[in-house]
């Protein structure tokens, strides 16, 4: 049986992102792997699939769409990955349905400030590289060692920092800072693999280099399916 794991977001040729994902899903290495990009647009049950990874470019044309399938990823146990637009949406996904905060929003689609778990970042991180440290005892510590790390970026918007001590408590927690301490990466603690980055680990791809949280992503997915047969 393949491997299958689906893309959740409305592809764009144009997107630097999008071009990497298929490169780094293949250096991933594992024989039998496919991948479908799904729009959010036509987006329906993912039953069948091995791994989700919310992919960048947000606001998606249907933004409850995705956040459904984040949520069926998160409650099935099924492996997920969300980069840039995925985590962000991974963290209003968490924010709605575990920590019942159902006005949680989003500051770029948002129309009231009353709850933004996503919050406009100090400085834009459109086309910007910069170091990242894992925390220790995190998995993405257990993928990247200790030391800082450069990831490319392509966003304006990041974790909102007032959220952080709730969603600690019910699991979600930080994995990764950037050099002034602000959240990059989070993890769930509760579930087999379930990792989103505000940074975008499949650039790496387009240099012909595997990204070892890809990787790993690609491996919980291959052992998923291992459960299934």
């Known amino acids: 049986m393949q491997v299958r794991i689906a893309l959740v977001g409305d592809y764009n040729p144009r997107v630097i992102a999008h071009q990497a994902i298929p490169l780094a899903l293949q250096l991933a290495g594992t024989q039998n792997l496919s991948f ?9 049950p993912l039953d069948g699939y091995h ?42 996904e968490f924010a ?18 009353d709850c933004l778990v996503i919050s406009r970042l100090s400085c834009s991180l459109v086309e910007v590289e910069e170091p990242v440290l894992a925390l220790p005892g995190s998995r993405l510590a257990a993928l990247y060692g200790p030391g800082e790390n450069y990831f490319g970026y392509h966003c304006n918007f990041g974790f909102n920092p007032a959220f952080e001590s709730a969603f600690d408590a019910a699991g979600m927690q930080v994995a990764a800072r950037g050099d002034n301490g602000e959240v990059r990466a989070m993890e769930l603690t ?8 505000l940074f975008q680990p499949e650039r790496l791809a387009l240099q012909n280099r595997n990204s ?5 992503f690609v491996q919980a997915a291959t052992s998923f399916r291992d459960t299934k047969t």
Request: hydrophobic share 40%; net charge negative; charged share 15%.
């Open 36 to 44: 479908d990009w799904k729009h959010t647009s036509t987006l329906g």
């Open 51 to 92: 791994g989700v990874w919310c992919v960048p470019a947000s606001p998606y044309e249907n933004e409850a769409a995705a956040i459904e399938a984040i949520r069926w990823a998160r409650e099935s146990k099924v492996p997920f990955l969300g980069t840039c637009g995925g985590f962000q949406h991974a963290v209003l």
């Open 96 to 113: 709605r349905n575990v920590l019942g905060l159902t006005s949680a929003d989003h500051a770029e689609t948002a129309t009231t400030e």
């Open 190 to 197: 509760s579930h087999p693999f379930f990792i989103g980055t």
């Open 212 to 216: 070892p949280l890809v990787d790993a």
